[in-house]
Nanobody, 116 residues
């Protein structure tokens, strides 16, 4: 069974930092692109960042480019999102995502709240 467990969210002031983690199990972690999405209140879920298998490449949404850094530790089967210079508009539930065997899987999400 594929499982993705996001953690690390919390309340932070604007300009602060948080690091999210996503622990994965149930699939060949090393072989798959994994990523972060977020959903703010009243808005659609949007892609934030993703990282290819074996660190083969990264993608960042324009809104987070230069502030967020995605990474992965294949030995620990864990993905990270270092978020710096946080803004109130980064407030959202953050979800990790993987699509082994062509099926999308989502973790339960972790709430990030950035106060102004």
């Amino acid at each position: 069974e594929v499982q993705l467990q996001a953690s690390g969210g919390g309340l932070v002031q604007a300009g602060g930092s948080l690091r999210l983690s996503c622990a994965a199990s149930g699939f060949a972690f090393d072989d798959h692109t994994i990523g972060w999405f977020r959903q703010a209140p009243g808005k659609e879920r949007e892609g934030v960042s993703c990282i290819g298998a074996s660190d083969s490449g990264t993608y960042y949404a324009d809104s987070v480019q230069g502030r967020f850094t995605i990474s992965r530790d294949n030995a620990k089967r864990t993905m990270y999102l270092q978020m710096n210079s946080l803004k109130p508009e980064d407030t959202a539930v953050y979800y990790c995502n993987a699509a082994p065997r062509g099926t999308n899987y989502w973790g339960k999400g972790t709430l990030v709240t950035v106060s102004s």
